[in-house]
């Protein structure tokens, strides 16, 4: 795919390959990893604009940020528009550039709240929501799936809608809410949002490799990629994206993700919060599910740098 600047609002992006929203990944340590590989932005998990109004403590740590972001993301989510206001204009929210509003979450307990994917049978309120933040001033995206089942397609409609209330980018994952995070994303329903909107529009779901990339690209024209799963395995997706050659060295990249979080939880949080994603870091190795067990077991970090460096040190 072509690496390309985008002007998104009142940012100029360095090129059009980002991190997706990731509820229990996207936190600063992971956000500085792949901003390191070479991602042009990267999101913070979807906040709940009710938690940040009454001052939820577990919100102030998911909004934690480094000076590694020099352009900060943040992902919203909710479904009045007079409240999510009120919470984008926070001291928490202050220093973010971009404020994503998510119209994609499939998970019941949000579904039936009336917020995330359940959204987009809702063109006016969400038009309206994006209308409201844009008095912020800030830069205001939209990350959304292209309807809630499969063949009631609702993405020309919802782009449009959004577009009007004046948002500055789209991320389209192209799967509707019923298909979860599994199936084909559907090109075509991307295409016609680029088609239907100025706005840049970018393109996400089933990215995991540049032949991935390209595919998806070259098929929906889209402006630029947003990778999730792909990059939660692999963050060198982002150099490799970049056309650089990579020599990924696993156990480094455990340590350095480690002393990440440690420079800001204290270590047992550390070593519970790392669990997760120890396991995709050493998928497809083998042995990779006797250190998962071990790893699962310890409450610090030295023991898990030692189980780690014996693993990787083995295989030399
Ligand atoms: C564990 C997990 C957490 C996610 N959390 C969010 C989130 O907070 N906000 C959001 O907009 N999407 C979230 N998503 C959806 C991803 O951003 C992305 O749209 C989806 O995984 C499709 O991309 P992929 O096929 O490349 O993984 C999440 C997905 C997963 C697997």
Request: with cysteine; aromatic share 8%.
């Amino acid at each position: 795919m072509k690496l390309k600047s985008l002007k998104i609002g009142n940012i100029v992006t360095k090129n059009n390959i980002f991190l997706a929203p990731l509820a229990g990944f996207s936190d600063f340590a992971m956000r500085s990893i792949c901003l390191s590989y070479g991602a042009g932005l990267a999101f913070t998990e979807m906040v709940s604009c009710e938690g940040l109004l009454y001052n939820n403590e577990n919100t102030n740590d998911l909004l934690y940020t480094t000076d590694d972001e020099k352009i900060k993301c943040a992902q919203i989510f909710g479904n009045d528009p007079d409240v999510m206001r009120r919470a984008i204009e926070l001291p928490t929210l202050d220093k973010f550039d971009v404020i994503d509003v998510n119209f994609g979450c499939p998970m019941p307990k949000i579904f039936q709240n009336g917020e995330g994917s359940a959204l987009l049978d809702k063109p006016h309120l969400a038009q309206k929501i994006i209308s409201e933040l844009k008095k912020s001033g800030k830069t205001i995206t939209a990350k959304m799936r292209i309807g809630i089942t499969r063949g009631n397609y609702v993405t020309e409609d919802f782009v449009k809608a959004l577009e009007q209330g004046g948002v500055d980018m789209i991320t389209v994952h192209g799967r509707t809410r019923d298909m979860i995070y599994s199936g084909e994303p559907n090109y075509d329903e991307i295409y016609k949002a680029k088609r239907a909107v100025k706005v840049p529009v970018i393109a996400n779901g089933g990215i995991f490799s540049v032949e991935d990339a390209d595919k998806m690209t070259d098929n929906t024209g889209a402006d630029g990629i947003m990778l999730a799963r792909g990059a939660l395995e692999r963050p060198w997706l982002f150099s490799e994206l970049c056309g650089k050659e990579v020599e990924v060295d696993k156990k480094s990249l455990i340590y350095r993700h480690i002393d990440l979080l440690n420079t800001h939880f204290d270590d047992s949080t550390t070593a519970v919060l790392f669990r997760k994603q120890i396991c995709l870091y050493i998928k497809g190795e083998v042995g990779n599910v006797k250190l998962k067990d071990k790893i699962f077991k310890m409450k610090n970090t030295a023991d898990i740098k030692t189980a780690v460096g014996e693993f990787f040190d083995g295989k030399r």
